[in-house]
């Protein structure tokens, strides 16, 4: 049996923006945006300082930092690997990407129908 496909990666910009972070704020965490304030955002945020719900899916990490979604969040992106980029631009008015002209941005692709029945687990909660 072959590795589980990861539901969340990274880029290569977007690993390079996180190490930045992670050097100036120590460890994070990601949280995939509902849509409210910030858009669609994956928010970044020093752990410790979001609480994880308890019904919040773990999808995974990137750069070695968890990355969660609310479960109804879940629900649309369950059958999609989230692709998680750098891009030029403003970051999310409370996540540690704004200020560093670039921000975190999700792209998705729908899993194959083999990768659909060899997908990671998540957990829920924290």
Known sequence: MSDPVPRVVATPQAEGLIAEIVARHGPILFHQSGGCCDGSSPM????GDFIIGDRDV???????YPFYMSP??????Q??????????GRGGMFSLDNGTERRFLTRSRVFTDDEHENRAAVSIGA
């Open 79 to 88: 059958h999609t690997q989230l692709i998680i980029d750098a891009i030029p």
């Open 58 to 64: 773990k999808m995974g990490e990137i750069g070695g």
């Open 44 to 47: 970044c945020y020093p752990q």
């Open 72 to 77: 109804s969040q879940f629900e649309y992106w």
